[in-house]
């Protein structure tokens, strides 16, 4: 089944910015919620940011709250994660993710993993010091 394709990521100097694409050429992304989350090498994946279907309302964890914005364009079938202010600490694999959320409201966002049926395949963000 078709996947989303996220492209963007790269090696980076602390303090630098990255901008995230997430692609999807088999799904309306407009029915679905979307959320960005990342895994380090040696932890589990965890949340980033969620956006509605509308794309009127967003989520981030405290970690990133205030340097990475998420944002979507909904013509283009285009999700985003804009990152500013890089840190070390932010290195890992960023993964895009769809929540089926067409019987939902389009304010409708979710930060639970558990709550996303698909996902891409990841692109690697590396921050150095």
């Known amino acids: 089944q078709v996947q989303p394709v996220e492209s963007g990521g790269g090696l980076v100097q602390a303090a630098g910015s990255l901008r995230l694409s997430c692609a999807d050429s088999?799904?309306?992304?407009?029915?679905?919620?979307m959320g960005w989350f990342r895994q380090a090498p040696g932890k589990e994946r965890e949340f980033v940011a969620a956006i509605s279907r509308s794309g009127t309302r967003t989520d981030y964890a405290e970690s990133v709250k205030g340097r990475f914005t998420m944002s979507r364009d909904n013509a283009k079938n285009m999700v985003y994660l804009q990152m500013n202010s890089l840190k070390p600490e932010d290195t890992a694999v960023y993964y895009c993710a769809g929540a089926d959320a067409s019987a939902r409201n389009r304010l409708y966002y979710t930060n639970r993993i558990s709550d996303y049926g698909y996902w891409g395949q990841g692109t690697q963000v590396t921050v150095t010091s």
């Open positions: 088999g799904r309306t992304l407009s029915a679905y919620a």
